[in-house]
Nanobody
Framework: QVQLVESGGGLVPAGGSLRLSCAAS????????MAWFRQAPGEERELVAA????????FYASSVKGRFTISRVNSENTLYMQMNSLKPEDTAVYYC???????????????????WGQGTQVTVSS
């Protein structure tokens, strides 16, 4: 079992920045690929960014590429996402997720992930 707790969400103006954190406890953090998903009201949950167990491979949704950066510190059991140049369309609940590392790269679909955090709200005002 892995417990995930997100933090760092909030209200920011368009063009602003936020840094999300996800603290993991339980099983060995480095055994898991990690990802950030988001879900806006009335929308499906979508992948924002993913990172492999050792940080060697990353994936970004086209909508955030060049603005968001995913990273992890395995010694601290923590996942991060730096979000810059935020846009109103980035408004959503952001979820941290963990996938048992069975392949080289992290999954890109929600069903591939085994554990989820409770989410943190990010609101970008125009």
């Amino acid at each position: 079992q892995v417990q995930l707790v997100e933090s760092g969400g909030g209200l920011v103006p368009a063009g602003g920045s936020l840094r999300l954190s996800c603290a993991a406890s339980g099983r060995t953090f480095s055994s898991y690929h990690m990802a950030w998903f988001r879900q806006a009201p009335g929308e499906e949950r979508e992948l924002v960014a993913a990172i492999s167990w050792n940080g060697g491979n990353t994936f970004y949704a086209s909508s955030v590429k060049g603005r968001f950066t995913i990273s992890r510190v395995n010694s601290e059991n923590t996942l991060y996402m730096q979000m810059n140049s935020l846009k109103p369309e980035d408004t959503a609940v952001y979820y941290c997720a963990a996938e048992q590392a069975r392949t080289v790269r992290a999954g890109t679909e929600p069903y591939e992930y085994d554990y989820w955090g409770q989410g943190t709200q990010v609101t970008v005002s125009s």
